[in-house]
């Protein structure tokens, strides 16, 4: 079955290719909510709000852009928005870096681990920021549309996010080194 | 010109240097080492893997869904592929799955049941979307050909039983008999010229016609 087939019956409601489409894109979906609410819990809230709005406006989904862009725009959308209502009742601040142990090869899961939980560790302006370009590559003028603010201003916490992020992960190497083998046991 | 700090060096990993800043770049082992670092930071987030969501994620989704009336389960039709077929064909596939089903129900309820639906095990009338209106129509054939073996025991078992089945009770058979009409003669007003449909709706209206005497001639019997 294509997919323009699959979506024109999960519009329709049918379970099976909700399902389908779920299984296709869940991974996507939930990776960049889940950095962009840098927490587990909030991750799997907003990952579900923002199938639930997805399927809510399947019947408008006319195949202009492609399903996946159409549904990452939707899950960005939902979980940024899910921040801002949380910001209202919480301040949160960067704690600071935990020891994390240095990978050996760049690519690793290791090092993976090592990027996401120094991303979680980033301020929440420049952590939206910082995946928005960096790991889903939004341009500057797209990421003041979803956020509201000047591409001038996006550039500039884009920046202070990526020194902030090599600060994290040079702090965790020497706590790393300063360990030796001990620090590899995650 | 001093060490360039980590946010200048965070620009270029993107823009263009300025002439300076070039040029202490390339005379600063230490500038051109972080710059080297952001770079391969800058590359490995670009690589991230997708993640995959809690167990049990979508359990949690459906609930949501279901009790928002945004997903349902498909269909009959949709379950046999025959979502997009014309609604003609689709009212005569519901009278041969509806008649298949009646006949299956005569010989479950009837004595020696299991063994003969041993037989027919192996024939399911639901399976998987078909791909093509061939599959489709090869689906429907099918179902239909469980029909007509489900027919044949119920008429084996009713025999056995001392008895002509499709005598027991003309009335509820007239009545399926007059929906399958109406199905028949609605197909053949969409094609006027199937010969199958044509065979259909004849053989209906003689069957229903039989049915008829047969209910008006145990009337008069019973007076």
């Known amino acids: 079955m294509s997919e323009s087939q699959l979506i024109q019956q999960a519009a329709d409601g049918d379970a099976r290719a909700v399902r389908a489409l779920y299984d296709r894109y869940a991974p996507r979906v939930y990776a960049v909510v889940r950095r962009i609410a840098g927490d587990d819990e909030l991750a799997q809230d907003y990952a579900q709000e923002a199938w639930i709005r997805a399927i809510r406006a399947l019947p408008s989904f006319r195949g202009d852009a492609r399903f996946s862009t159409w549904l990452h725009r939707i899950a960005v959308n939902a979980a940024l928005q899910a921040l801002r209502k949380a910001e209202t009742r919480r301040k949160r601040e960067a704690s600071p870096p935990e020891q994390i142990p240095v990978a050996p090869k760049p690519g690793d899961a290791l090092l993976q681990r090592r990027l996401e939980r120094a991303l979680d560790r980033l301020p929440e302006g420049m952590r939206r920021v910082l995946i928005l ?20 201003t996006s550039k500039s916490q884009l920046f202070k996010a990526r020194a902030k992020m090599r600060e994290m992960l040079t702090a965790s190497n020497g706590a790393a080194q300063d360990h030796g083998a001990e620090a590899w046991g995650i | 010109m001093g060490h360039l700090n980590l946010e200048t060096l965070a620009r270029l990993v993107d823009d263009i240097p300025e002439l300076k800043e070039a040029e202490h770049i390339a005379s600063c082992e230490a ?5 080297e670092a952001l770079r391969d930071q800058t590359e490995q987030l670009r690589s991230l893997p997708e993640l995959v969501p809690p167990q049990g994620d979508w359990q949690v989704l459906e609930a949501k869904l279901r009790s928002e009336g945004l997903i349902r389960d498909p269909g009959l039709f949709a379950r046999l592929g025959l979502a997009e077929t014309p609604s003609w064909m689709r009212a ?4 041969v799955i509806f008649l298949g089903g009646t006949g299956f129900g005569a010989v479950l309820t009837s004595h020696g049941a299991s063994q003969r639906m041993a037989a027919l095990e192996g024939e399911p009338i639901v399976q998987e979307s078909a791909t093509s209106t061939q599959d489709a129509a090869e689906r429907l054939r099918r179902a239909e050909q469980t029909y007509v073996n489900a027919l044949a025991h119920y008429r084996e078992v009713a025999a056995d039983q001392g008895g002509d089945a499709s005598r027991a009770d003309p009335r509820s058979r007239f009545a399926a008999l007059e929906y399958l009409v109406a199905a028949s003669q609605a197909a053949v007003r969409q094609a006027p010229t199937d010969p199958f449909l044509n065979g259909l709706l004849a053989s209906t209206l003689a069957e229903r016609e039989a049915t008829l005497r047969r209910i008006s001639t145990q009337q008069q019997n019973w007076f």
């Open chain 1, 133 to 152: 370009h960096d790991v889903e590559g939004y341009t500057h003028d797209e990421i003041g549309d979803v956020l509201g603010v000047a591409p001038g």
């Open chain 2, 31 to 35: 500038c051109a080492s972080r710059l």
């Open chain 2, 92 to 95: 005569a596939a519901a009278i």
